[in-house]
């Protein structure tokens, strides 16, 4: 299984490296990474929609 071109083992060792870093704050982290997505995301779609007004 591979995603992004990471395969399992990978995503374990990453997955492991998350826990000894953040600890406790690892799910705070993970809502921070995800709501800082959902904004480049929307930030994303809205450049797109202008440039397209512009045509």
Known sequence: M???????SEMLWIAVLAVLLFGERLPEV???VARI??????????FRDALRLDD
Not at 2 to 7: K, L, M, P, T
């Open 2 to 8: 591979d995603i992004f071109g990471v395969g399992t």
């Open 30 to 32: 993970a809502r921070m």
């Open 37 to 46: 997505s959902r904004q480049l995301r929307e930030a994303t779609r809205e």
